[in-house]
């Protein structure tokens, strides 16, 4: 029931754009965001309620296809803060079943 | 003031020994959880407690007891202690229940190493 993400792993250059899959084996109710910086606690990035739904701030942005029970996180022009292990979430069902995915780890070099 | 906070950061302990790792915080949310992460850096949710009282409870060896006193409070109690345990356990927080509206807050993390 854990969600997979890929690529599992994700090396850029500033300025270069990445796309992390999550992909789900279930119906999802909504897909959460996160970034986990090594040796930090995971923040909250965002929240898609509806399949179809499209979120941003600044330059992540992220889409959820409720069909394909499928998200993903788009980061464009990237920057050295952007790096860390991103982690989607997926609520199955209304509140009681929730996974994180299985993480991907993204290095932006300079 | 640390919105989440969890004690103590670094746990280093022998098989078979007990202990016990508490959170607590201080945003007024109603619900709170355990996570586990494993050295492979997977998170996996093992309780949720909501106004103290447990909502989730994933399958988890019955050795770890989560203990709500209050709603600002969620401990881990593990018992005979076995070397699969050592992993960062975080504590989290939400406003409410339903996880769809909610963002989660995490502690810093409880690092666990059995010996």
């Known amino acids: 029931q854990q969600p997979v993400q890929s690529p599992q792993a994700v090396i850029l250059r500033e300025g270069e754009d990445a796309v992390i899959n999550c992909s789900s084996s279930?119906?999802?109710?909504?897909v959460h965001w996160y970034r986990q910086k090594h040796g930090e606690a995971p923040v909250f990035l965002m929240i898609?309620?509806?399949?179809?739904e499209q979120k941003g701030h600044d330059k992540i942005s992220a889409s959820f296809n409720e069909k394909k029970q499928q998200s993903s996180l788009y980061l464009t022009a990237s920057q050295l803060s952007y790096s860390g292990t991103y982690f989607c979430?997926?609520?199955?069902?209304?509140?009681?079943?929730?996974?994180f995915g299985t993480g991907t780890s993204l290095t932006v070099i300079p | 003031d640390t919105a989440v906070s969890q004690t103590p950061k670094y746990l280093v302990t022998q098989m078979g020994n007990d202990k016990s790792i508490k959170c607590e915080q201080n945003?007024?949310?109603?619900?709170m959880y355990w996570y586990k992460q494993d050295s492979k850096k997977f998170l996996k949710i093992m309780f949720s407690?909501?106004?103290?009282?447990?909502?989730i409870n994933e399958t988890v060896p019955n050795r770890f007891s989560p203990k709500s006193p209050d709603k600002a409070h969620l401990n881990l109690h593990i018992n005979s202690l076995e070397l699969g345990d050592s992993a960062v356990y975080f504590c989290?927080?939400?406003?409410?229940?339903?996880?769809?509206?909610?963002?989660?807050?995490f502690g810093a993390g409880t690092r666990l190493s059995v010996l």
């Open positions: 989290a927080s939400s406003p409410g229940q339903l996880l769809a509206k909610n963002i989660q807050y």
């Open positions: 279930k119906a999802l109710y909504s």
């Open positions: 898609l309620l509806k399949g179809g």
């Open positions: 979430g997926t609520e199955i069902g209304s509140g009681n079943q929730f996974y």
């Open positions: 945003l007024g949310h109603d619900t």
């Open positions: 407690y909501n106004n103290k009282e447990l909502i």
